[in-house]
């Protein structure tokens, strides 16, 4: 018999109260991880922004268009390599719920300034040739089933009538953090019809993606840039893309503290719920520990035969909890409309953070039942009545 | 006449109660021999288990010395002490103390956990410890499927297993039925005779003090 033997034992001596405890922690976990991956998943835009890009966009709101007339005026800026525009499009798909982001784009460079979307060369020549064409990504794709050769319909609402996009091609993410949820088609087939319907509205963009050479310029080619149209009716507010992204998340930082404050309060009630089982545990067994005392054991054995007990649940409950959590998130992220969150798992910062809670737990759980155990002198332990 | 194995000199003892002083026993002085079986008797209170338990050190004196084989065990510290109980004491207790998580076999193999057998050597220690007491049937039963002399037999093989040279007993028979107890009892006679185990019992049993070859009565703390 070895102690691990006897701390497996200990922890299964009350199975009803070991078994609820471990059920409390996982869903503890389970909340913990699920919480977590809701804030990560917001934060995520971050990692997904790249560092030679910048966002040029109405210095005012971002809900105001830019002239396309920029377009060559920020391509003069040195240290620019490349620019393009996207514009949204919003709109719906047959339902209110089928939400994904569908925008105008600039055919000719937006795969230059968004490498991390990969698309077949030919599908994208045949886009390129296809002024009512789009490309989706593979994530929307296999949600909704979209093929090459499909026509997508949208009924318009900021841009009003009924618009028809063939899909040409399918582009896949390079990487987890790429979202493969968004719909790209041609700004000039929108701009063509507001010439027509709307002029006033014509001639106008969203925003400007604008790739530069060297990311340490960021900072100097966006005060050029803004400088250029300082003066204008449509002064510009040029950007990093990551602090582009980190404004838009901005508005939810309010939930998103909340929500990770709530994530880091279950710690601390499994802390509770754990350290209430092993006080229980080690006060029922006082006269043992003055038992083991007498036959020699020493302090050192009963630290780590309380700790080992403690950490031994809390691994259990933590493991069980990440156990159920990978099904729970997956059945999450397969019911929430994919433009919402275009990716949606459990990030390792997160599994970290789980694990190290667990061992925390597992520590501090023991503390007053070791100091307990300890400092209660043999000859009162033997004489204690549980 | 064999050699003194513990010598308890001048020994008081006193416990405080919030700020009251309790004294249990007052200026004690006992030899005990090697091989000797030593029982001492008294009323509740007297102070006997208080004497065990310095003898055994699992306590200190307020006052006076215990030496054991030579070592004077008040001057040790606590992970010294408990080192030399683990080699020097086998304990009985009135409850039996066992684990009832453990088997009869995990149980009496718990004292061998802080020593260097292997594992087969810790085997055979068990099972020669748990034939001592005849109880190499039960040697997988766990203690809520033994009787209470039964119980009581694997307490005693636990505490043989590490062939201490002296066993304490309190009130072995206390919690047992008249025939339990004379098995008890005619079992740790056997250890003293067989095994040379110096034993140091409390009881206030009659009948199990006629197995003691010395009796010491205590009353309020002192010798009569």
């Not at chain 1, 966002?55 to 391509?75: G, K, N, T």
């Not at chain 1, 937006?110 to 979307?117: A, G, H, K, R």
């Not at chain 1, 009924?155 to 390079?174: A, H, L, N, S, T």
Request: glycine fraction near 8%; charged fraction near 20%; charge should be positive.
């Amino acid at each position: 018999m070895r102690i691990f033997k006897l701390i497996f034992k200990n922890a299964l001596r009350h199975k009803l109260r070991t078994l609820l405890t471990i059920i409390g922690m996982a869903i503890a976990v389970m909340a913990f991880c699920v919480l977590r991956t809701v804030v990560d998943m917001y934060y995520a835009g971050l990692d997904a922004t790249a560092a030679n890009r910048l966002i040029a966009r109405q210095a005012v709101s971002f809900i105001f268009p830019l002239p396309y007339s920029y377009r060559d005026q920020i391509a003069k800026v040195p240290g620019v390599q490349t620019v393009s525009f996207a514009n949204w499009f919003g709109g719906t798909y047959k339902e209110k719920k089928n939400f994904f982001a569908r925008m105008g784009v600039d055919a000719e460079t937006i795969f230059d300034v968004y490498p991390e979307c990969l698309v077949d060369p030919k599908e994208y020549e045949q886009f390129k040739r296809e002024r009512n064409s789009c490309i989706v990504g593979s994530e929307i794709a296999k949600q909704y089933g979209f093929k090459v050769g499909d026509i997508i319909p949208i009924d318009g609402d900021i841009y009003p009538g009924k618009w028809e996009f063939v899909v040409r091609g399918i582009y896949k993410p390079r990487d987890k953090v790429t979202d493969a949820t968004q719909m790209f088609f041609h700004w000039s087939y929108i701009d063509e019809r507001m010439k027509q319907d709307m002029p006033g509205r014509a001639g106008q963009v969203g925003w400007y993606i604008i790739k530069i050479k060297d990311p340490s310029q960021a900072a100097t080619i966006s005060e050029q840039i803004d400088a250029m149209f300082k003066n204008s009716s449509n002064a510009t507010k040029t950007e990093t893309e990551r602090a582009f992204t980190q404004n838009f998340i901005s508005g939810f930082n309010s939930l998103l503290t909340a929500m990770n404050f709530v994530a880091f309060i279950i710690i601390g009630i499994i802390m509770l719920v754990l350290g209430n089982t092993m006080i229980m545990s080690a006060r029922e067994r006082t006269r043992e520990y003055a038992v083991f005392k007498t036959l020699g054991f020493s302090g050192g054995h009963l630290f780590g035969l309380i700790l080992g007990e403690s950490i031994f649940i809390s691994a259990l409950g933590a493991g069980s909890g990440l156990l159920v959590t990978y099904p729970i998130v997956s059945g999450i992220a397969a019911i929430l409309p994919k433009g919402f969150f275009p990716y949606f798992f459990i990030t390792p910062l997160t599994l970290i953070l789980a694990a190290t809670a667990a061992l925390v737990v597992g520590l501090a759980a023991s503390i007053f039942p070791i100091q307990r155990a300890l400092r209660t002198r043999i000859v009162d332990g033997l004489r204690f009545i549980g | 006449m064999s050699n003194t194995i513990i010598q308890v000199q001048n020994v008081s003892k006193s416990y405080w109660r919030d700020s009251f002083e309790i004294p249990v026993l007052n200026d004690i002085s006992i030899d005990v021999h090697e091989g000797e079986f030593l029982g001492l008797m008294g009323p509740s209170g007297s102070g006997k288990t208080t004497l065990l338990n310095l003898i055994a050190g699992i306590d200190r004196p307020s006052k006076g010395n215990v030496l054991v084989a030579g070592t004077d065990i008040t001057k040790l510290n606590e992970s010294a002490l408990a080192k030399w109980r683990s080699h020097n004491i086998g304990f009985v207790f009135q409850f039996y103390n066992l684990l009832p998580v453990l088997t009869a076999f995990e149980n009496v193999e718990l004292p061998l956990l802080l020593t260097s057998l292997s594992k087969t050597e810790r085997k055979k220690h068990v099972e020669f410890a748990l034939g001592v007491v005849s109880l190499s049937d039960r040697i997988h039963h766990y203690p809520k499927q033994l009787s209470g002399g039964q119980e009581q037999r694997v307490a005693i093989a636990r505490a043989i297993v590490t062939d201490p040279t002296i066993l304490v007993a309190d009130e072995p028979t206390g919690d047992l039925d008249k025939r339990s107890a004379e098995e008890i009892m005619n079992l740790l006679e056997r250890l003293n005779i067989e095994f040379k185990k110096t034993i140091v019992m409390v009881t206030h049993d009659p009948r199990a003090v006629e197995k003691a070859k010395v009796v010491h009565h205590l009353d309020k703390g002192e010798l009569s």
